[in-house]
């Protein structure tokens, strides 16, 4: 008798729902616009447990980390500690949020031109926004302040501070003989605000370029959804 109970008090599955009512014929019906982010992350999931349906892992998962953002950086060990979400569905997940993360970046070409701190802050946001660490990236430039390259991870630093010593900053830039060089930095703490250790080390670049012959255009730290632009702020003449 308990068990009978327990049973009828069971929420139906997705597909026992009547078809209007499931997110995937929504989805293909009516499009994305009137679904919730649980019904769009249960589309993903695709099925259920026997005591969960796909929406209700996503609800679960979106309970546990707030929003599709804070959910990209759970590692798939991280995202299995969650009942009901094993190695499969969790390599689900990232492959569509990994997927949603790239079609937000643009690919930069070879010989392409940043016209602005603005178009440096669009490209790199999303790539480092969610890092850990400060990572330190150099941007190669020609004559023409066309790209070359952009030399990835030039240091890597702790949970707080990286180290830019000139001899790895410039190293890149000195091979692949460009002409001017924009730095780009992260906070892992959201705040751009430069601190006295990046005016510091700017002003160290700024120096070392000038007698390498290699001149910094720019520093840009980028936080959680803004950047700062050391040669806005006067710090790089």
């Known amino acids: 008798m308990i068990t009978a109970m327990k049973e009828e008090k069971k929420r139906p599955t997705i597909k026992q729902l009547p078809?209007?009512?499931?997110?995937?014929?929504?989805?293909i019906q009516s499009g994305d616009e009137h679904l919730t982010d649980a019904e769009l992350l249960g589309i993903i999931i695709r099925d259920g447990t026997q005591d969960y349906s796909a929406v209700d892992l996503a609800r679960k998962l979106l309970s546990e980390y707030g929003d599709f953002r804070r959910l990209s950086t759970a590692s798939v060990s991280e995202l299995c500690e969650t009942k009901g979400i094993g190695p499969a569905r969790?390599?689900?997940i990232k492959a569509a949020l990994a997927i949603a993360k790239r079609l937000t970046e643009t690919s930069i070409?070879?010989?392409?031109?940043?016209?602005c701190s603005n178009d440096i802050f669009r490209h790199f946001h999303e790539q480092l926004r969610e890092k850990k660490q400060e990572v330190f990236l150099a941007v190669l430039l020609d004559n023409k302040n066309r790209i070359i390259k952009v030399?990835?991870?030039?240091?890597?630093?702790?949970l707080t501070s990286s180290i830019a010593h000139p001899r790895e900053a410039?190293?890149?830039?000195?091979k692949e003989s460009a002409a001017s060089v924009i730095f780009v930095h992260n906070h892992p703490s959201g705040d751009p605000e430069p601190s006295k250790e990046d005016i510091q080390i700017t002003?160290?670049?700024s120096e070392a370029g000038n007698i390498v012959g290699i001149k910094v255009l720019d520093h840009i730290?980028?936080?959680n959804g803004s950047f700062v632009s050391l040669k806005d702020k006067?710090?790089?003449s």
């Open 19 to 27: 078809t209007h009512e499931r997110p995937r014929e929504r989805l």
């Open 90 to 92: 969790a390599a689900q």
């Open 109 to 115: 070409r070879p010989q392409q031109q940043f016209k």
């Open 151 to 158: 030399e990835a991870d030039v240091t890597k630093g702790s």
């Open 170 to 174: 410039f190293k890149a830039a000195i």
């Open 203 to 205: 002003q160290r670049l």
């Open 221 to 223: 730290i980028i936080g």
């Open 234 to 236: 006067g710090i790089i």
